[in-house]
């Protein structure tokens, strides 16, 4: 298993050796950090097979928040290898807008989590818990990820 950002992989399809060596025991790549781009993660695809698995998250959630999972990606249209993927089981995800509001699926804004996982705030720094924790009912706090990208899930997600 090797985890990669998209930068490396891109930097693999274009490096000869990576066509003259056996990888075949290569068997999982897991990839993140940025987003990927379908045509090139299809042309990893043709070239390594089906290793791939994508991985969103945050330093402050211990846990992928989503998963594009290996069968995912097994004849997947272009969209939903741009996805962020599936939301991952003990995760709550909403995308809200600057007033914390929930936004419909497709829109633009914040990535808020909540699981087990996430952390309630910053160690010794409370000035920062404010703006990027919000606290929902009990302790669970919910992370707020700024972002000015697309954050998609896939269709096959669950939206809460």
Not at 92 to 99: F, S
């Amino acid at each position: 298993m090797s985890g990669l950002v998209p930068t490396l992989l891109y930097w693999l399809l274009d490096l000869p050796e990576a066509s003259s060596h056996d990888l075949s025991a290569l068997r999982t790549v897991y990839y993140g950090a940025a987003p990927m781009s379908p045509s090139k993660l299809k042309q990893l695809q043709d070239r390594f097979g089906n290793i791939f698995l994508q991985i969103y998250g945050s330093t402050e959630c211990l846990q992928p928040a989503t998963t594009l999972c290996k069968a995912d990606h097994i004849g997947a249209d272009p969209k939903r290898l741009a996805s962020a993927g599936r939301v991952s089981l003990t995760v709550e995800l909403r995308v809200m807008d600057e007033a914390g509001n929930p936004l419909p699926a497709g829109a633009t804004g914040e990535v808020w989590i909540r699981s087990r996982a996430t952390i309630s705030g910053y160690f010794n720094n409370p000035k920062e818990r404010r703006p990027n924790f919000a606290m929902a009912s009990g302790s669970r706090a919910i992370l707020a990820i700024s972002t000015n990208k697309a954050f998609s899930i896939s269709s096959t997600a669950r939206r809460t």
